[in-house]
């Protein structure tokens, strides 16, 4: 039996909470990303954050794509899954010195630069090997994301980036330094943005920013403009797709880019959020008074995003067709907020159904915690199911 997507026959036997990633959709949402790209001579750097399984790590990779990482962990997995080091980004407020040290040993494309303490750091263990380490400064451009307070990043002040009344002096340092290529500039706003103007009022900002630096004989020959696009966690089905073309079309259209100049991209979430799910079993429907709970095995130890932003996944039950009935579907952690959604429409559900959540591919797997000793959800494939 399948049901939507679900090659549910193939479910039977797995042991429940599970992580079950359509390769396909990846791969149609990768040749998509590419071509998009690829029509403007942009560059992405794939954020591993937002999911960093070896399988889905490898399938990026073999388009291409660079890597963006924040900890020597993910640099260390990019490399592994295939990405080549000179497209390998590195950002992070707090870089320890062992994973300073393994950018510089890899010779990676670029670390981006969040306060000048770091700066200084990056040039001193630079200079005792002998290597010159390539930056760019992440620069906090005071724009609002309009996203979740948690999620959102490009607001002055906060502790990423530098605020823009501190650039001229960055860079006036960052140029005396001698084991410093200064490169340009990196930007980062926020995530789950769906809302383009945002993304317009960025391009505004680069652009104003770059013209004062050109006055002052300032040429940048990177601007990064980090992630962001969000995806639609209510219509997995139909809006499958993020909106890559509208998405790159305003950086084309808005960035006065000069000549040669790199045009890079971190994005995350949009590449992988909707090819992966959280499939978990039903332990026990417990009837309150006023309402019914759907208890399953998956928590807020395997997809923690409900818990900690308030985030939708749609559920659905993927092995009852009876008449729709209302859950507040809860996890089994000793938590009150291990509580996936409440008020949601479900076929009629009973213990041993299974329940998926939609959209689990980003933040999903990565996030996972072992909090009450709890096992670590395993992951399936479509191609080797
Ligand atoms: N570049 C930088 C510097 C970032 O901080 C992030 C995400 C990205 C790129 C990728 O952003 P994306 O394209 O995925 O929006 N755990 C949260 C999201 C945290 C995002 C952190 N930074 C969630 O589950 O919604």
Redesign the pocket.
């Known amino acids: 039996m399948i049901k939507g997507k679900f090659p549910i026959d193939k479910f039977k036997g797995i042991k429940t909470p599970f992580y079950y990633y359509d390769l396909s959709l990846l791969r149609h949402t990768l040749d998509i990303l590419k071509a998009e790209t690829d029509k403007y001579g942009f560059t992405e750097h794939y ?1 591993v ?2 999911n960093a399984n070896p399988t889905i790590l490898k399938t990026i990779a073999s388009y291409g794509f660079g890597a ?1 990482c ?1 900890s020597g962990g993910e640099i260390k997995a990019a490399l592994e899954a295939g990405f080549p080091a000179n497209r390998i980004v590195f ?2 407020v707090g870089k320890a010195d062992w994973e300073i040290e393994l950018g510089l040993d890899n010779d990676i494309f670029c670390f ?1 630069v969040e306060s000048l303490a770091e700066l200084n750091v990056i040039n001193e263990f630079a200079a005792a090997k002998h290597k010159v380490a390539t930056i760019e400064i ?1 620069v906090n451009p005071d724009i609002d994301a309009h996203t ?1 307070s ?2 959102t ?1 490009g607001l002055q002040e906060n502790k ?1 980036g530098i605020n823009l009344g501190q650039l001229d002096n960055i860079i006036e340092t960052v140029n005396k330094l001698k084991n410093i290529n200064f490169i340009g500039l ?1 930007f ?1 706003i ?4 769906t809302d383009m103007t945002v993304f317009k009022d960025l391009c505004l900002r680069v652009n104003e920013i770059q013209y004062k630096l050109l006055q002052k004989g300032i040429r940048l020959q990177n601007l990064n403009f ?5 995806v639609d966690y209510h219509h997995p089905n139909h809006y499958s797709m993020p909106d890559f073309t509208n998405y790159f079309a305003v950086f084309n259209k808005l960035i006065e880019k000069s000549e040669n100049q790199g045009i890079h991209f ?6 992988v959020a909707q090819c992966g799910s959280l499939i978990s079993k039903v332990l026990y429907i417990k009837e309150g008074e006023t309402k019914k709970f759907a208890i399953l095995d998956a928590g807020m130890t395997d997809l ?2 409900p818990a ?2 308030d ?1 939708y996944h749609r559920t659905e039950n993927l092995t009852s067709d009876l008449e729709i009935d209302t859950y507040d579907v809860v996890g089994p952690i000793c938590e009150s907020s291990d509580i996936f959604g409440k008020d949601i429409e479900l076929n009629k559900t009973q213990r041993g159904d299974l329940i998926v959540f939609r959209t689990a591919g ?3 797997e990565v ?1 996972a915690s072992q909090y009450n000793l709890r096992t670590l959800a395993k992951s399936y494939f479509s191609d080797t199911l």
Do not use: C, P, W
Not at 190 to 193: A, E, M
Not at 226 to 230: F, K, R, V
Not at 266 to 271: K, P, Q
């Open positions: 954020a954050k937002a963006d924040v950002a992070g981006n992440r979740h948690k999620i990043t990423f990196h980062h926020g995530s789950q943005i980090g992630g962001g696009l969000g971190e994005l995350g979430r949009a590449v923690i995003r900690m932003y985030a980003a933040y999903g996030m």
